[in-house]
């Protein structure tokens, strides 16, 4: 009996009609071919073209497109300049000595076991040490970093650019605002002593990890200066100069990173310090938290997608920032703090709502 759905071919008249080639039949020879699948046609990994090891005074890295999103492992180097000018989706550090280290945006989490006295630039969605001395990281993480039996561990905000980076944050499912850089969490606390300090804020990238020498690598068009930095340089946890702060908030779409990346230049450049910033989606039940009078103002513009909330600190942060967002933002919706006397609750009611969101 037939399948419920086959239908008999008549035969040709005058005979039986000849069969094409089946599926696993090669139609020139007739011979049975192994059958294909998908897995099959991708491109072969070759893992030594994602690992660094055993390399003692050398200048190496991967341009960009050459990761694209794999593993990549760097163990065993001593003295060397490494620079990973792509995406990846982890990448472990073990056993690295004196060595100065830039890693571009990373998915998932970025390890450092038994490493001394390097110098780091990285952005990722994770950051930790374990068994770690010495290390002084310019970092952009999205969750709480975490250190482990590490000790003289040093964190400042990352500083970088290159003309690629913006779409592999993008590829790596990274936000340039959410940044946590200066919240470390020590697994491993030492009764009267601190495992880990910041940074001074007048520290530069490249006195601590300098451009590639190499020809093959001096083709990037890296800047390290901070005011064209891909991630906005924040304050984190050190101590606000004012005891006025004010927060700024711009809704979803087609400009929002651009209108508040011109905020932070207006506002920086008058002086103001940017203390932090969030990147987050809201419900409206969210808003009458963060906005109260003004939530039914600014509900609807919430299902466009995540805002981006801006908290800038200084004497007379809430008056500044009002006058320039009437100014230059003229036609657009922004929620800015009314008063001094609201703006620290605020600034409060928006990132512990931010934080809980992002599970901090």
């Given at each position: 009996?037939?399948?419920?759905?086959?239908?008999?071919?008549?035969?040709?008249?005058?005979?039986?009609?000849?069969?094409?080639?089946?599926?696993?039949?090669?139609?020139g020879?007739?011979?049975?071919?192994?059958?294909?699948?998908?897995?099959?046609?991708?491109a072969?990994?070759?893992?030594?073209?994602?690992?660094?090891?055993?390399?003692?005074n050398e200048?190496?890295?991967?341009?960009?497109?050459?990761?694209?999103?794999?593993?990549?492992?760097?163990?065993?180097?001593?003295?060397?300049?490494?620079?990973?000018?792509?995406?990846?989706?982890?990448?472990?550090?073990?056993?690295?000595?004196?060595?100065?280290?830039?890693?571009?945006?990373?998915?998932?989490?970025?390890?450092?076991?038994?490493?001394?006295?390097?110098?780091?630039?990285?952005?990722?969605?994770?950051?930790?040490?374990?068994?770690?001395?010495?290390?002084?990281?310019?970092?952009?993480?999205?969750?709480?970093?975490?250190?482990?039996?590490?000790?003289?561990?040093?964190?400042?905000?990352?500083?970088?650019?290159y003309?690629?980076?913006?779409?592999?944050?993008?590829?790596?499912?990274?936000?340039?605002?959410?940044?946590?850089?200066?919240?470390?969490?020590?697994?491993?606390?030492?009764?009267?002593?601190?495992?880990?300090?910041?940074?001074?804020?007048?520290?530069?990238?490249?006195?601590?990890?300098?451009?590639?020498?190499?020809?093959?690598?001096?083709?990037?068009?890296?800047?390290?200066?901070?005011?064209?930095?891909?991630?906005?340089?924040?304050?984190?946890?050190?101590?606000?100069?004012s005891?006025?702060?004010?927060?700024?908030?711009?809704?979803?779409?087609?400009?929002?990173?651009?209108?508040?990346?011109?905020?932070?230049?207006?506002?920086?450049?008058?002086?103001?310090?940017?203390?932090?910033?969030?990147?987050?989606?809201?419900?409206?039940?969210?808003?009458?938290?963060?906005?109260?009078?003004?939530?039914?103002?600014?509900?609807?513009?919430?299902?466009?997608?995540?805002?981006?909330?801006?908290?800038?600190?200084?004497?007379?942060?809430?008056?500044?920032?009002?006058?320039?967002?009437?100014?230059?933002?003229?036609?657009?919706?922004?929620?800015?703090s009314?008063?001094?006397?609201?703006?620290?609750?605020?600034?409060?009611?928006?990132?512990?709502?931010?934080?809980?969101?992002?599970?901090?």
């Amino acid at each position: 009996m037939g399948c419920f759905f086959s239908r008999r071919r008549k035969p040709a008249q005058g005979g039986r009609q000849p069969q094409p080639a089946g599926a696993g039949q090669d139609a020139g020879t007739g011979e049975q071919k192994a059958p294909q699948y998908s897995w099959d046609l991708r491109a072969k990994i070759d893992p030594k073209d994602y690992t660094f090891s055993g390399l003692k005074n050398e200048t190496v890295g991967r341009l960009p497109g050459k990761v694209a999103g794999q593993q990549f492992v760097i163990q065993d180097c001593e003295n060397c300049k490494i620079y990973i000018f792509d995406h990846s989706a982890t990448i472990t550090i073990d056993d690295c000595v004196n060595c100065q280290i830039f890693l571009g945006p990373i998915k998932g989490s970025v390890f450092f076991r038994d490493c001394k006295d390097c110098k780091c630039v990285v952005a990722c969605q994770q950051f930790r040490t374990r068994d770690c001395r010495k290390l002084e990281v310019f970092l952009c993480c999205a969750t709480q970093p975490i250190i482990e039996s590490s000790t003289g561990m040093k964190f400042g905000c990352f500083q970088y650019y290159y003309p690629e980076l913006a779409l592999q944050f993008k590829d790596a499912g990274l936000s340039i605002f959410n940044n946590t850089w200066s919240n470390i969490h020590d697994f491993t606390p030492v009764s009267g002593e601190n495992n880990w300090g910041l940074l001074p804020e007048t520290a530069v990238v490249q006195d601590y990890v300098p451009l590639p020498s190499s020809e093959e690598l001096k083709a990037i068009r890296v800047s390290t200066d901070a005011t064209k930095s891909i991630v906005p340089i924040t304050r984190g946890q050190r101590q606000k100069n004012s005891d006025e702060s004010c927060l700024a908030v711009f809704f979803a779409g087609d400009y929002t990173t651009a209108n508040a990346r011109k905020l932070i230049d207006e506002m920086t450049s008058k002086g103001f310090q940017l203390v932090q910033t969030k990147e987050v989606l809201m419900k409206a039940e969210d808003a009458h938290r963060v906005f109260q009078q003004s939530a039914l103002e600014f509900i609807p513009l919430l299902e466009k997608g995540p805002v981006v909330a801006l908290e800038f600190n200084g004497d007379g942060a809430v008056e500044q920032c009002r006058s320039t967002v009437n100014e230059v933002f003229s036609g657009t919706k922004v929620f800015v703090s009314e008063s001094k006397a609201s703006a620290s609750q605020d600034v409060d009611n928006f990132y512990n709502f931010a934080d809980m969101q992002m599970g901090m």
